[in-house]
């Protein structure tokens, strides 16, 4: 058996998003900047796209900015809102611990600049609070971004409450809906979200194309040069087939929505009781503020690579937390947030699902997953000694 259970680092591409993507390859292949009727169809596509994305996030088109990918637009959201703050004298920005790479490291790059940046601690249930974000604003903060959906934990943010906090404050907000679009439902104007990011490859549309929203007179800061693509926020030729799968396959997420979330979270609520128990075994983050599709716990005594690995083996793709940093030996940086022992994060297992998973492919694993943990186990000499009693254990 083959079973997919990495959601959360992409997924396949639908059928309905290939169905849209083909006539932009084969027809439509205009130049949406060309004033030819070739390009003019394709600009007509282009702007169908956007309606399809502002309808669903309760935007304006106009607001709708299309680029590679979240990270992009991660990037571009936090240096325009940093941008448009030293304008004002305001040079403080606050986050999380963790956050998505894409915008801890664009932090970073901005305290190189003369920033000042705050970072909330994480609390045990993987939850910041509105509290904790309004006892972090100064006089001179000109941003908050919290992502919407943890990518690792899949823990739900208070959203709606920050988002006021910061619109009570004067404070722009930005949100990284990566993990969330598609899954969860997103109102810009009833969460008062000035800035937000999207991906399309993690709602089963194609990789390289990302969406950022802006609020209408938040100006966007140009992190590539060239044209006057979309309204010269943007610059270069617009991924056209990528950008119209985008829409149509967050269309049917959008529209499907509800329908998905309750059969995925009884796939996964299913899950996380078989896995639990597993002794010394650790869930990430609260059981139930999360991601539909969202499994994180940590293995005492083992290492997350040897167990994918083995995984594998029996045909199942499962991760250890963010595709983005899988490469690293290091802990995952949202596990040693969370408060985790670097030992224990070691130990971590992420499965995500979708509406492709099927009961059957949950019971798989759960036929297969416990032997593997034990087996891990058995030949760990940190296990050893947790079983003699040389070392205490930590779940």
Known sequence: MKIY????????VSDTAL??????????????????????????????ARATFAKYLNADPKTITFTSGGSEADNQAIRSAAALGA????????????EHHAVLHTLEALEKEGYAVTLLDIPEDGIV?????????????????????????????????????????????????????GH?????????????????HKFHGPKGVGVL???????????????????????????????????????EACENMEAHAAYVTALRDRL?????????TALNGDPERRLPGNMNVCFEGIEGESLLLLLDGKGIAASSGSACTSGSLDPSHVLLALGRPHEVAHGS???????????????????????IVSYLRVISPVWDELERGQRPHLI
């Open 184 to 200: 969860l439902s997103i109102d810009v104007e009833a969460m008062h979200i000035d800035l937000l990011s999207l991906s399309a």
């Open 213 to 251: 929203y802006a609020r209408r007179g938040i100006p966007l800061v140009n992190l590539i040069y060239g044209g006057a693509q979309e309204r010269g926020r943007r610059a270069g030729t617009e991924n056209l087939p990528g950008i119209c799968g985008a829409a149509a396959a967050f269309e």
């Open 5 to 12: 259970a990495d959601n959360a680092a992409t997924t396949a």
């Open 129 to 181: 609070t509105a509290e904790q974000v309004k006892a972090a604003i100064r006089p001179d903060t000109c941003l908050v971004s919290v992502m919407f959906a943890n990518n690792e934990i899949g823990t739900i943010q208070p959203v709606s409450q920050i988002g006021e906090v910061c619109h009570e404050a004067g404070v722009l907000f930005h949100t990284d809906a990566v993990q969330a679009a």
């Open 349 to 371: 297992l992420r499965l995500s699902l979708s509406a492709s998973n099927t009961q059957e492919e949950i019971d798989y694993i759960l036929k297969e997953l416990p032997d």
């Open 19 to 48: 169905a849209a993507m083909m006539p932009c390859l084969r027809e439509f292949y205009g130049n949406p900047s060309s004033l030819h009727t070739p390009g003019q169809l394709a600009a007509e596509r282009l702007a169908a």
């Open 87 to 98: 304008r004002k004298g305001k040079k403080h920005l606050i986050s999380t611990k963790f």
């Open 272 to 280: 996380m009781e078989g896995v639990m128990k597993i002794p010394h």
